[in-house]
């Protein structure tokens, strides 16, 4: 038990900033808990997060905002049809006066980037940035630049207005830890928006976190003690996605067109982890698990064309799956 | 009919032919007759596919038959020829073996004339007639239809019985069902007792099993998925079915508790361990369903 209280004592001590993070932002965002705690999930988990809403919900504000509040360079990018990788990760321009190259960088260099509607930018710009986020560098002709950690890349994409757009790969899709799907506030909480955005006073956000914090913080969320009976439920979920009929689930197997890779396995522990750390919690308990499933394999499993004429989705599937795995 | 017979004392062999005047290729019924005496046997000359320049089309067996209370003796050929002209079907010689003596005797021979199609050269040479085109028989196809709808018919059936028949599985439940779930969790809470594991040292087993003997109990008590449900979702159940705020605390403590030791390697004090024994015993016992009076009495 000694190390666990250990770990408990040092999460005390690094996850102060969490209840200051969590109170800025609520400065100018009400409600939307579940995505703010993902938002922290994925920063404290080195992670890269995917927010899929309907316009107007605050997706992109809560992103800046959470970048306002730590002492890091945030980037936003518009995705567009037009853009260019160059245009995200920088080009060499030739110096007239030097009569030389010179190294141009994007806006890809900063500590939070923002890839606003990411589904807009055809699949070379996607895949520029999608490997940003893998290797954590950059290459620029005969340049290969390191990304300053931490490195977090908070991309949205709206499901509606799906003419012009080039939808993420399977592949790349899956390099994301997770995939939040946001939702509609409350009436209380729009209630609560229509009066503070028509009220005169506007709040200002501060910085009230530097990246060295995050960054020690990560490193005690790794500390965070994982049991072997949470892997072996992690890996029953993961392997129940794959081989369904080998757990009892042979209804679902003509839904699922592939289950999950092996990054589910390990963005599931990772963000359980984070959750726990969040929870000022030294160690991962099956909540942590069962409360990121959905975020952290939607995007994993693949549906067969069965599953998409009846209308099921990827959610329903995991529902099935966390009924019938037993908790440990 | 063109007949030759051989005679010794009586009628001993008679061939004929149908006809000695043919078209080229069309056929002629040669027949054979001996009439042996009852204990005599035969000689039959050999014919292959040929007799002289006919051609032998086929030939029956050789019939036996009592006519007139005697033994006759019957062969029937068929032959053609493609030549035209006159020929000769041979004469064939037969023997008939009494004892020790054998006698030969020979049919006549038989003139044939072979005539060829007559050709008017005058009329112009006609093309082959096309493939004449037979009138659809219902009968021609009928083998085909029954072995088509036999093989649908028995590909139907296999399929039938292979879903009929298929071994369906049977999900095996952890326990009796006729047992009531409150009997088994304190026949099991006993023998968890008995098994004395903390005792041992094997804490994270007693708790596991602990935890799981009430998670098992509540399912079935309560019917809900609590062997797939976290502490929080059980308490949140189970708030919804007892309102005692003495045992919900139990039940809290007790999970929570049985977490800490399973995920947190927390090692609780032996008074605490056998505490938890006490209230997974007071759960059951507090939440045994009540037995109406009408059940009582139709037992």
């Known amino acids: ?328 | 009919m063109y007949a030759g017979i051989s005679y010794s004392q009586h009628i001993k062999l008679q061939t004929s032919i149908d006809t000695n005047n043919i078209l080229i290729g069309d056929q002629i019924n040669y027949s054979i007759k001996l009439f042996p005496d009852n204990n005599e046997k035969t000689i039959l000359p050999l014919i292959n596919d040929s007799l002289g320049k006919f051609l032998v089309v086929s030939k029956s067996k050789i019939d036996t038959l009592i006519e007139n209370k005697k033994k006759v003796l019957s062969q029937k050929i068929i032959l053609t020829s493609f030549d035209s002209g006159l020929y000769i079907i041979p004469e064939l010689e037969f023997g008939f073996i009494s004892g020790t003596d054998t006698t030969f005797f020979k049919s006549n021979a038989f003139s044939v004339k072979i005539s060829s199609v007559p050709v008017d050269t005058s009329k112009p040479i006609k093309d082959i007639k096309p493939i004449m085109d037979l009138p659809f028989a219902f009968m021609d196809y009928l083998w085909y239809i029954i072995i088509g709808l036999t093989i649908i018919a028995l590909v139907f059936f296999g399929y039938y019985l292979l879903k009929k028949w298929k071994p369906k599985v049977k999900e095996e439940l952890p326990y009796d069902p006729k047992i009531p779930a409150h009997v088994k969790a304190l026949k099991d809470l006993n023998e968890l007792e008995r098994q004395k594991l903390w005792q041992k040292g094997y804490i994270k087993e007693y708790y596991s099993r602990l935890s799981d003997i009430i998670r098992l109990y509540l399912e079935r008590r309560f019917a809900f998925l609590a062997m797939e449900s976290t502490t929080n979702e059980i308490l949140s159940y189970f708030t919804q079915f007892i309102s005692s705020s003495e045992i919900t605390k139990q039940l809290k403590i007790l999970l929570e508790q049985s977490d800490l030791v399973k995920f947190a390697k927390l090692i609780p004090s032996p008074e605490e361990n056998s505490n938890m024994l006490d209230y997974a015993r007071n759960i059951v016992q507090s939440t045994v369903p009540i037995e109406n009076d009408d059940n009582k009495d139709a037992k």
Do not use: W
């Open chain 1, 1 to 328: 038990m000694a190390d666990i209280r250990e770990i408990n004592e040092k999460i005390q001590q690094a996850s102060s900033f969490i209840e200051l993070l969590q109170m800025e932002i609520g400065k100018s965002i009400v409600g939307q808990k579940n995505m703010i705690e993902r938002l922290l999930i994925a920063l404290l988990a080195n992670g890269h997060i995917l927010l899929e809403g309907v316009p107007g919900l605050a997706k992109t504000l809560a992103i800046k905002t959470l970048a306002s509040t730590i002492n890091a360079k945030f980037s936003r990018i518009q995705f567009t049809p037009d853009l260019l990788p160059a245009d995200l990760i920088g080009t060499m321009i030739y110096n007239q006066k030097k009569e030389e190259f010179t190294l141009r960088i994007g806006p890809v260099f900063a500590n939070f980037v923002l890839a606003d509607e990411i589904n807009r930018a055809p699949a070379k710009v996607q895949s520029a940035l999608l490997e940003a986020m893998q290797e954590r560098q950059i290459t620029i002709g005969e340049h290969t630049l390191k990304l300053e950690e931490p490195f977090l890349v908070l991309a949205t994409e709206n499901p509606l207005e799906q003419e012009g757009t080039y939808p993420l790969p399977e592949a790349q899709v899956d390099r994301f830890m997770m995939k939040v799907i946001v939702n509609y506030p409350t009436r209380d909480e729009e209630k609560l928006i229509l009066q503070q955005n028509t009220s005169k006073t506007s709040k200002v956000i501060n910085k009230v976190v530097e990246p060295s914090e995050i960054i020690n913080a990560r490193e005690i969320a790794k500390e965070i003690y994982l049991d072997e009976k949470i892997e072996k439920y992690i890996l029953d979920i993961i392997f129940a996605t794959r081989n369904p009929e080998d757990y009892g689930l042979g209804k679902i197997k003509s839904l699922i067109n592939y289950g999950s890779s092996p990054r589910g396995s390990i963005f599931l522990a990772q963000a359980s982890k984070s959750m726990a750390f969040i929870k000022r919690r030294g160690f991962v308990v099956p909540e942590d698990v069962r409360s990121l499933c959905g975020d952290v394999l939607r995007h994993r499993i693949g549906l067969t064309y069965e599953a998409e004429a009846e209308n099921i989705t990827s959610d329903d599937i995991i529902n099935e799956i966390l009924n019938k795995i037993e908790v440990p």
